[in-house]
């Protein structure tokens, strides 16, 4: 057999869960695919400045990865200083959803400078501000906490937890309202990691729709996830911010197959696991394509379980079992950047051999 079947699958893999990237796509820098809207903006904006309708600008910098999520992101310049505009664009980072750059056919992580404008307050905002600020539902929702005190200096997107709520744990949060009425909900939380990789005094920034009891709801949610406790150089996390999109999805209500998100592959089998796998009549008979889809439970820490052969092309040369026998290598995220759960959800996941361009295998040593 050919040894590069599994380098073929997992580039094949990867391009599908990354945005749809080709190797056909020409060089590019990263690009927006979403972006945060108006109330987004106001959910934000630093308390103070928004009663006394002041504008500000901030420039913070992020690494884009190549899913497109944003992390390591830095204030690097904020006017005027010390009211908090550095702090209320770290706060927004989640909600950028972008494509990732593209070097030589592939995407690849850059760092980008994003400048975001505090425009001047208009007047219907200011005014509401003058005449309701005990009213917590208006304006800013950001707790009033110094950029000291918030660590404004970082905050860390795109983490990979280790523990996240589940499917059935989502359902058991949905808020009676939202349930009977049927209705969608979507929360971006903003929380502090704490020395063990859990987090700490959430605050919901944006809720929509209000008056749902969604952002109660994904608060409470907040304490079944845990990631790592330090970053990749060694260097804890606690007391730095992270911001946490929940989506509350009332098709899964009540439903056997629930709606999950598309999550992105942590772990992927190895060459030589795709080598122990290549089914042995395939090899004699020089069948060099072959395309498996495998419907499979995603479990506690993105395993999966439970796979069945949904579709087998050519069949009888035995690479659903193949790949039935690979599915133990995989590992998902269990938590995914629209916010939905993976745990307790199925997952089609399409499997594709092509070994037509491959080189011939090495020669074996002599003895």
Sequence with gaps: MRRTSAGIFAIA?????????????????????????????????????????????????????VQGALRDCQVRFETPPGLGFGAAALTLTSQFLMRPAIKDGVPVEETIGIPIKFQKVPADVAAAMTTTQ???????????????????????????????????????????????????GRVDLDCAIDRKGGLTRCATIVEEPKGYGFGRAAEGLA?????????????????????????????????TSPVIGKPHWTVLPADEDF?????????????????????????????????KITSEDPPGYGFGAGATALSGKFRASIWTAEGLPIIGGRLSIPIRYDLQDAPPPAAPPKP
Excluded at 231 to 255: M, N
Excluded at 288 to 307: E, I, M, Q, S, Y
């Design 13 to 65: 893999l990867l391009a599908a869960m990354a945005q749809g990237t080709s190797a056909a796509e020409p060089d590019r820098h990263a690009d927006w695919l979403k972006q945060p809207t108006r109330e987004n903006l106001f959910a934000v904006w630093p308390r103070e400045a928004l009663i006394k309708g002041v504008a500000g600008e901030a420039v913070v910098g992020c690494v884009v990865t």
């Design 134 to 184: 005990r009213d917590p539902s208006i304006g800013s929702r950001l707790r009033d906490e110094s950029p000291e005190t918030r660590n404004a200096g970082r905050v860390v997107s795109g983490i990979v937890w280790d523990r996240a709520p589940s499917v059935t744990d989502v359902a058991a949060a949905y808020p009676a309202r939202g349930r009977g009425e049927k209705r969608d």
């Design 223 to 255: 304490a079944k996830f845990a990631g790592p406790a330090t970053d990749g150089k060694g260097v804890s996390l606690a007391g730095i911010h992270t911001q946490i999109p929940v989506t509350f999805a009332a098709a899964s209500l009540g439903e």
């Design 275 to 307: 080598t122990a796998a290549y089914p042995e009549p395939a090899r004699k008979a020089g069948v060099l394509k072959a395309r498996v889809v495998l419907d499979c439970t995603v479990v506690a820490g993105g395993l999966l379980t439970d796979c």
